[in-house]
């Protein structure tokens, strides 16, 4: 069963449940999956598209969070926070900064890449390599303490 069979599925059944959260969040889920179905002119989405979707949606619901907390929203907060957590149960599991760090290693000794300029190389590859299972943050965060050069001593 594809993922986006799986959230389909998991639609109807929310539907049946009466669960209006649940079937808000998955319906808006779909209709994403279709807009962008739409757009690469393809009869179903591959499961590499969907992941692409959801993690577009979850970056907005956590954009949202972040202005809801500041404007005292609790509500919203909450509802906002569901979503997030339904979105990423759809995500395959992220892996562990320990993983991510040896893939940054492997990428950086593969690449020869010395310098900051070799950034978005080893960025790309590795983001490629993970199929998306890693937080771009950490990864930027490894890689950037990786290739930048050691600071000067300090007097």
Do not use: H, W
Request: proline letters at 5%.
């Amino acid at each position: 069963m594809s993922l986006e069979e799986k959230i389909t599925a998991d639609f109807k059944e929310s539907m049946k449940a009466r669960d209006a959260a649940r079937t808000q969040a998955l319906s808006y889920l779909r209709s994403q999956l279709q807009y962008a179905s739409f757009e690469k002119k393809k009869e179903k989405l591959d499961d590499a598209d969907v992941i692409v979707v959801i993690k577009k949606l979850i970056k907005q619901r956590r954009d949202g969070l972040a202005q809801f907390e500041k404007g005292n929203r609790p509500d919203l907060v909450a509802k906002e926070k569901a979503e997030c957590a339904l979105l990423e149960s759809y995500l395959p599991p992220a892996l562990s900064e320990e993983e991510v760090a040896r893939l940054v290693e492997e990428v950086i000794a593969a690449s020869g890449a010395s310098s900051m300029k070799d950034m978005g190389r080893v960025m790309k590859e590795v983001m490629s390599r993970t199929e998306g299972r890693a937080d771009g943050n950490v990864l930027s965060v490894l890689v950037k303490k990786r290739l930048a050069p050691p600071a000067p001593p300090q007097k």
